[in-house]
Antibody, heavy 121, light 110 residues
Framework: EVQLVQSGAEVKKPGESLKISCQGPGSNFATSWIGWVRQMPGKGLEWMGTIYPGDSHTTYSPSFEGQVTISADKTISTAYLQWSSLKASDSAMYYC??????????????WGQGTLVTVSS | EIVLTQSPATLSLSPGERATLSCRASQTVNSYLAWYQQKPGQAPRLLIYGASSRAAGIPARFSGSGSGTDFTLTISSLEPEDFAVYYCHHRYKWPPKSLTFGGGTRVEIK
């Protein structure tokens, strides 16, 4: 069973920086593709971007490119999502999820538990 | 960008009834259409991929169908644990250039 474990909830002020993490099992993390998904309060799911930890190749949704940075450290089987200057509108639940290469279309077959980010002055 | 429109927004049904959820794409898509279930306070769970294949451990009462622009998730007989929000999802190209979710359908107890 693949388990993605995300870092804990964060409370930040506007303008602050933040980096949240998603750790997977070491055995094949470097050869997995990990996506980040945002869910604003009471709203639906939005794909932010996907990274291949093996070489850190990253693709971003146009809606999020330039707004966040996705990175990874394959040596510790961890992917990251970071902001340099948070806004109140960044308050949301953030999920990491693994793309399945065993399923047509490479859907997200395993999800982290989510990290709740609250940005408030 | 492909837009996925789900209908209805809310479906009010009783346990044992059949649920039919629709997902319509703004243009013809390949079969890379998936469905997820999300319960309150939980992460989404993959139900269906490739438009009609059930993910591991998903009960047979869940089925997916469709092609082109119109896709359907059917729950043949609702169990109490099936009342949740359902999202369709499409991925365009690999590595993903565009990956979209529908707005969701809430299946609630009538």
């Amino acid at each position: 069973e693949v388990q993605l474990v995300q870092s804990g909830a964060e409370v930040k002020k506007p303008g602050e920086s933040l980096k949240i993490s998603c750790q997977g099992p070491g055995s094949n993390f470097a050869t997995s593709w990990i996506g980040w998904v945002r869910q604003m309060p009471g709203k639906g799911l939005e794909w932010m971007g996907t990274i291949y930890p093996g070489d850190s190749h990253t693709t971003y949704s146009p809606s999020f490119e330039g707004q966040v940075t996705i990175s990874a450290d394959k040596t510790i089987s961890t992917a990251y999502l970071q902001w340099s200057s948070l806004k109140a509108s960044d308050s949301a639940m953030y999920y990491c999820a693994r793309h399945s290469f065993d399923a047509s279309g490479f859907p997200f077959d395993h999800w982290g538990q989510g990290t709740l980010v609250t940005v408030s002055s | 960008e492909i837009v996925l429109t789900q209908s209805p927004a809310t479906l009010s049904l009783s346990p044992g009834e059949r649920a039919t959820l629709s997902c319509r794409a703004s243009q013809t898509v390949n079969s890379y259409l998936a469905w997820y279930q999300q319960k309150p306070g939980q992460a989404p769970r993959l139900l269906i991929y490739g438009a009609s294949s059930r993910a591991a451990g998903i009960p047979a009462r869940f089925s997916g169908s469709g092609s082109g622009t119109d896709f359907t998730l059917t729950i043949s007989s609702l169990e109490p644990e099936d009342f949740a929000v359902y999202y369709c999802h499409h991925r365009y190209k690999w590595p993903p250039k565009s990956l979209t979710f529908g707005g969701g359908t809430r299946v609630e107890i009538k």
